[in-house]
């Protein structure tokens, strides 16, 4: 089983804003990537001002070709004199360093020029890790003291929730800080998920916890 063969296209009105799961970005046996939408997603996307990917504006057309060329031109530059700390932060191994797929999905393509995020479909594989941000920080703002960088976490599948029945909430001790986003929360559902572990990779702090991203690991 692979680490991950598809990622999906979120996007969300400004930061706080609901992701909608617009698109699917595939890679097949051979190597080859298909990118298509997810039609009824995107009408309602629209109705809060979604507008389709600039190179894919047909939201009937599946497109193959160059597709993950151009999201990979998202990705930071391998050129960038900093490129080894944005390495070293999202724990990319230099045997991933050239894949544009892997790092599409493990940096998730993030641009501060729009809100669109590239969210990979993981598997629970042995030596899987990755790091994602916790949503609903800001339905229950946390004290600056509540928690710090490499604190051990916990999760539970909230299947009652009126959002999302794959909805995955994280707690400190009893204390519940956030949720695991949208297509990450998939991989706590799958066998062999009981044995992914949780802890605090980077918290940005500002009177109370504005952001704290997560790496997930077995």
Known sequence: MKEFDQIYLSWKKGRDGRPFIVGLLKKAADNSFSFSYDKVAVEKARQEGFSPYTEFFDVETVYNGNVLDIFAQRLIKAERPDIQTFYKFWEIEPEHQTDKFYLLGHTQGLLPTDNFEFLADYNPVPELHFLTELAGL?????????????????????????????????????????????????VFHKPGADKLKLSVKELDRNGTVKKIFVKVYM
């Open 138 to 186: 800001s339905n229950m703002p946390l004290s600056n003291e509540s928690l710090g960088k490499g604190d051990g976490l916990r999760w539970e599948t909230e299947h009652s929730n009126e959002f999302d029945p794959d909805a995955v909430k994280v707690l400190k001790d009893n204390l519940t800080i956030g949720y695991i986003k949208k297509i990450h929360c998939k």
